[in-house]
């Protein structure tokens, strides 16, 4: 098992070598995913491993895209979309384009989940979904649209308990194994790197969605990643968080108003 | 308030159970003293739906604080935490709880494992790992690394759980100082 003061080492290498800045991330979960890929990679020593992470640039890019935690599916908490469709979209039809960006996307389940409702409440033609995250690879497997079919009776459940009356199976063409998402949701989205460490603003946006991300944040990048947001928000914009995630206790909390019971707060000073 | 913590330790007990445990949990906790002088934290399998139902149901049984745990929380003495669905549970340096929402371990989130090991790592000694009836494997590692750390795994007895199989998975991998019916358990959380 990796101790405190290596990991330091590595998050430090991780900086001066290759510009990821890990520091304010919290160090327990970071403990157990470089435990694990300390064990895959079969390194008989902490010397080894941070040798191989410093002199090759394809096994650091590995190693970044492994201890950042990548899981994700689709229509996560029903309840949560559910709320998007009845209570956000109907409030955004008036406007005559509407953004939207999923801040931490990975590999893009919950932004095609974004897509089928825009589609089913008829924005979808006046939309952008931009959709962004630390790792090039996860963002090339949410470009091709193309995940498992494993998970999909269950994505299929939670779609109809958020709302949707839809055949589920009509939004993609399944082929060995896999399920194929319309291109009409992929003309919509917009995939590109971005580091909510390191990285500005570059837009203005109706809703920003950033679901189980801010959990692997110590609170001051918590409040540096809020800001971002705040500073991103159009008026009466929206932001949605993940279920046990909050904006209490951060600056942004008294301009912004809770919607009922879902992590959803609107823009309203 | 982590220096408090840092110069006035208390001890920890992690409860993990699947199918069969919550009977247990409905009679273990009417019979803890108030106030509890260790934090408990209560890792099971559950429907992962982001329900307060199981808090509820649990609240009801003891007077001693009980309630889910929010990210970023810190570990106090005389709490009962439960581990939210749909998250692994983990504890920091400065002994504060962090959520984790990674791969799955042992078909579940949260895994008993993962806060057993978290926790060994942080609390060595001060640390008693209860691993109580399931029918998943999940646990016995988490308990060999509480115990390699330096603190106590107690496992239920297999003849007085719903379902055996988790303990017997803890006892044939040797993870376990000592088997404990409901009554053991209470003396030995009203004893720390």
Not at chain 2, 10 to 26: F, Q
Not at chain 2, 42 to 51: G, K, L
Not at chain 2, 164 to 178: E, K, L, N, T, V
């Amino acid at each position: 098992m990796i101790s405190t003061d290596e990991l330091e080492l590595l998050l430090t290498d991780l900086l001066d070598w290759y510009g990821y800045d890990f520091s304010h991330y919290s160090r327990a979960s970071l403990t157990r995913r470089v435990d694990r890929l300390w064990n895959l990679g079969k390194f008989p020593s902490f010397a080894e491993l941070r040798y191989q992470i410093r002199s090759d640039a394809n096994y650091a890019e590995r190693f970044i895209e492994g201890i950042t935690v990548n899981v994700t599916e689709m229509f996560r908490d029903p309840s949560f979309y559910l709320a998007l469709r009845n209570e956000v979209l109907p409030t955004l039809t008036a406007k005559p384009f509407i953004r939207i960006w999923h801040a931490g996307c990975s590999t893009g389940e919950e932004v095609y989940s974004m897509a089928i409702l825009l589609h089913e409440t008829g924005l979808l033609h006046k939309s952008l979904l931009y959709a962004t995250d630390l790792n090039p690879e996860v963002l090339d497997r949410a470009r091709r649209g193309i995940f498992s079919m494993t998970p999909l009776r269950q994505y299929a459940e939670s779609y109809r308990l958020a709302g949707g009356t839809r055949d589920f199976s009509d939004y993609y063409t399944a082929h060995y194994g896999y399920a194929k998402f319309s291109d009409d949701f992929a003309e919509k989205m917009i995939f590109s790197t971005h580091n909510l460490v390191s990285d500005s603003s570059f837009n203005e946006f109706d809703l920003i969605l950033c679901r189980n991300v801010l959990i692997y944040f110590d609170k001051l990048l918590q409040e540096h990643v809020l800001t971002l947001f705040d500073r991103s928000m159009g008026p009466l914009g929206y932001l949605a968080l993940g279920s046990k995630e909050t904006l209490k206790f951060s600056s942004l909390q008294p301009r912004y108003k809770q919607l009922n019971s879902e992590k959803i707060w609107r823009k309203i000073g | 308030m982590a220096q408090d913590w840092l110069t006035r330790p208390h001890p920890v007990v992690v409860i993990g159970g699947s199918s069969g445990s919550i009977e247990v949990l409905l009679k273990l906790l009417p019979g803890l003293r108030s106030p509890l002088r260790s934090a408990l934290i209560i890792v099971v399998h559950r429907r992962n739906t982001a329900d307060s139902t199981l808090s509820e149901l649990l609240a009801l049984r003891t007077c001693i604080p009980l309630k889910e745990v929010d990210e970023k929380e810190p570990v106090e003495a005389g709490v009962i935490y439960l581990a939210p669905a749909d998250y692994h549970l983990l504890i920091e340096t400065d002994f504060t709880f962090s959520l984790d929402d990674s791969e799955k371990i042992n078909y579940t989130r949260p895994a008993i494992d993962v806060t057993f090991e978290s926790a060994a790592g942080i609390y060595g000694s001060w640390l008693t790992g209860l691993l109580l009836s399931g029918a998943n494997a999940d646990g016995a590692n988490g308990l060999l690394a509480i115990r390699q750390a330096g603190g106590r795994a107690l496992v239920q007895k297999p003849e007085t759980a719903l379902v055996d199989f988790m303990p017997q998975q803890a006892i044939q991998q040797q993870a376990f100082d000592q088997l404990v019916d409901i009554d053991a358990m209470i003396a030995y959380i009203n004893g720390l």
